[in-house]
């Protein structure tokens, strides 16, 4: 990967769509719906080492189910085609993606992911508890199917404001080496 990065050069187009309804100062305050779309794409007309092109495609919805009740949901894609170097592959595992696995333990060319989250807020305070769910396959140069994998995990999460949160996952996928993961985040991405 090393390698890559210091002899080769990358030239490329990047675009992106984004649609977002959320409050930014206060993003569970009412439903709303956010969706982006990334393209890039390298090539050697553009002095580039490389020819790919990668593309993301990422909804989040948030449901006010009452007051104090809310369910988040997103779903992500992500693809290529050509050669994609290292440091462009798709991660997950870890913090925003698949909760309860090691920090960017899984890397390929092409994934999807799911994340689920029901919030329930403290009546009267800036606090809010969330049961997570987590789930994702991702391949390496080949395609998604029956044959990966799927990766899931199941976790809490404790929220003070709308920014502050501390969670805790577990994998779903084995039975050895799946103990809990503790996360502290102190802006909201989802």
């Known amino acids: 990967g090393i390698e890559e ?3 080769t050069a990358n030239a490329g187009l990047h675009f992106l769509v984004d649609y977002d309804t959320r409050d ?3 993003p569970f305050s009412k439903s709303a719906v956010a969706l ?3 393209f890039e794409w ?3 007309d553009l002095n580039s080492d490389f020819d ?3 593309y993301t495609l990422n909804l ?3 449901q006010k189910l009452n007051r104090h009740t809310m369910l988040l949901a997103r779903v992500m894609y992500g693809g290529s085609d050509g050669y994609l170097p290292m440091y462009k592959r ?3 595992g870890g913090l925003n993606t698949l909760r309860g696995y090691f920090t960017k333990e899984y890397m390929g060319t092409r994934f999807w992911m799911g994340n689920a989250e029901y919030r329930f807020s403290f009546p009267h305070s800036d606090l809010a508890l969330s049961v997570l769910y987590d789930v994702g396959q991702i391949a390496n140069d080949r395609k998604l199917n029956d044959q990966v994998d799927i990766k899931q995990s199941l976790g809490l999460a404790l929220y003070v404001g709308s ?3 501390i969670s805790v996952a577990r994998r779903l996928d084995r039975s050895y080496d799946n103990g809990p993961r503790l996360y502290a985040r102190l802006s909201h991405v989802f």
Do not use: A, K, N
């Open 42 to 44: 390298s090539s050697p």
């Open 36 to 38: 982006t779309g990334e």
């Open 60 to 62: 989040r919805r948030y």
């Open 24 to 26: 930014s100062d206060d």
């Open 52 to 54: 790919y092109r990668r």
């Open 163 to 165: 920014d502050t949160r």
């Open 5 to 7: 990065i210091d002899t």
């Open 90 to 92: 798709f991660f997950l």
